[in-house]
């Protein structure tokens, strides 16, 4: 087999286990599911990927970082706001945060997902954050991150009233969690 063709073939594995897990979650996602959805047998899952747990770590470092409103800049709390904002009025539910939110319950992978929150969300914010509770406040700001992308999952795009008016309210939110 040439290169191209199994480069091909572990993306195709990748690409299926990204969606199936964030459709289904951790638990309900079998290696029989990945092969028929990958088009790839069960050895081969193994050979490239070494374990359903394995894969499950990589689709989900696949999956991007955070966005760009934690890197360096003025008002960390406006940029949340907006972000979040979106979150709520978007048609499209996040792939990591649907993944997370399937799978957080599997004691197989409960520490995978805790890590990918920590180096995503917890410690780029902890480190924007002067003061001993810095870790307490990113941690609130993080449980309304992705409690947003809870809520647009469970009622789709939702967000009553004008995108300011809910940009204006959660900026107020997250300026009172970082401060």
């Known amino acids: 087999m040439e290169p191209r063709s199994r480069e091909g073939t572990r993306r195709r594995i990748l690409d299926a286990a990204c969606r199936l897990f964030a459709e289904h979650g951790y638990d309900e996602v079998t290696m029989r599911m990945l092969g028929a959805e990958a088009n790839a047998n069960i050895a081969l899952i193994n050979r490239y990927f070494g374990s359903k747990r394995e894969l499950f770590a990589e689709a989900l470092a696949q999956q991007g970082r955070f966005p ?47 890590d990918r929150v920590r180096s995503a969300i917890l410690e780029p914010l902890i480190a924007r954050l002067d003061g001993e509770d810095a870790e307490l406040r990113a941690s609130i700001a993080a449980a309304i991150i992705m409690g947003g992308g809870r809520f647009q999952q469970l009622f789709g795009p939702a967000a009553p009233g004008s995108r300011q008016a809910l940009v204006d309210r959660l900026t107020a939110v997250f300026r009172a969690c970082l401060s």
């Open 68 to 114: 760009a409103v934690l890197d360096e800049g003025d008002d960390l709390a406006g940029r949340l706001a907006e972000y979040v904002a979106d979150r709520l009025g978007s048609e499209d539910t996040s792939p990591v945060l649907a993944t997370l939110e399937r799978s957080a319950s599997s004691p197989a992978i409960r520490e995978l997902a805790q």
